[in-house]
């Protein structure tokens, strides 16, 4: 998204809250706080990414499963794993973390001590 868009997004935070920021509105405070996430998301797409879904990865049904049994279900959860600790999960072997990490490299990402 273009930094105008940004801008706008600011001005229309700053004009909406200016006079009612003051008085401690909790609904205004709210909406200047996801403001603010959602200007981090738009200048940092690479954190969109790692809020997906682990099955946008395309991995294997037995990869998926076996992640998700282990409750590892979004990409930001699985880089945090080094591929010692996904063998450790049942039902996980070489194969699959050699897909996990194909997979993840398409994303520009690693696991951890990668």
């Known amino acids: 998204m273009s930094r105008e868009i940004i801008e706008a997004i600011e001005k229309i935070a700053y004009f909406a809250l200016g006079s009612y920021y003051a008085d401690g509105n909790e609904s205004f405070k ?36 076996s992640l ?3 409750n590892i279900n979004l990409i930001k959860e ?12 049942p039902n996980m072997a070489a194969k699959c973390i050699n897909e996990i990490r194909e997979a993840l490299a398409i994303k520009n990402l690693k696991l951890k001590g990668d």
């Open 78 to 89: 699985l880089i945090n794993f080094t591929s010692f600790d996904l063998l450790k999960i």
């Open 68 to 70: 998700r049994a282990d």
């Open 30 to 65: 709210y909406i200047h706080n996801y403001l603010n996430q959602l200007k981090i998301l738009i200048e940092n797409p690479e954190r969109k990414i790692l809020e997906l879904d682990i099955f946008e990865l395309g991995l294997s049904l037995r990869t998926i499963n």
